[in-house]
């Protein structure tokens, strides 16, 4: 009777995502969760730090809206460094893969070369 429910499935993820400011896909970029997670954390704290020391609360609000910022982007740059840096060496090691299956066994096979000039 009823058709495959799997065609549907990508559109219900598209709309169960969640985005920020209407352009950020937090649940599919790399880093954005964690990130706003993190900077959450650090604005209350930041936030109530300030009030307990000080008793002003539009200050601790303005410094919990500094805290925010400033330890997403914070978290957002390190983790994106960190991602980037993976991505290259995750490239690196399939090209390597690639070469060694592409050339093992033939000529061009650095350990082939490296076993016939030990035997000669």
């Given at each position: 009777?009823?058709?495959?429910?799997?065609?549907?499935?990508?559109?219900?993820?598209?709309?169960?995502?969640?985005?920020?400011?209407?352009?950020?896909?937090?649940?599919?970029?790399?880093?954005?969760?964690?990130?706003?997670?993190?900077?959450?954390?650090?604005?209350?704290?930041?936030?109530?730090?300030?009030?307990?020391?000080?008793s002003?609360?539009?200050?601790?609000?303005?410094?919990?809206?500094?805290?925010?910022?400033l330890?997403?982007?914070?978290?957002?740059?390190?983790?994106?460094?960190?991602?980037?840096?993976?991505?290259?060496?995750?490239?690196?090691?399939?090209?390597?893969?690639?070469?060694?299956?592409?050339?093992?066994?033939?000529?061009?096979?650095?350990?082939?070369?490296?076993?016939?000039?030990?035997?000669?």
């Amino acid at each position: 009777g009823i058709g495959p429910i799997h065609p549907l499935q990508p559109e219900e993820r598209q709309i169960g995502s969640v985005k920020l400011l209407g352009f950020l896909d937090v649940e599919n970029t790399p880093c954005a969760r964690h990130s706003i997670l993190y900077g959450s954390l650090g604005s209350a704290v930041a936030g109530f730090g300030h009030f307990l020391f000080t008793s002003r609360i539009r200050r601790s609000c303005d410094v919990g809206v500094g805290g925010f910022i400033l330890v997403t982007l914070g978290c957002w740059f390190h983790c994106r460094y960190n991602y980037a840096k993976q991505r290259i060496q995750e490239r690196i090691a399939r090209e390597e893969i690639k070469k060694k299956i592409l050339y093992e066994g033939t000529h061009l096979d650095p350990e082939r070369k490296h076993n016939g000039s030990s035997s000669n």
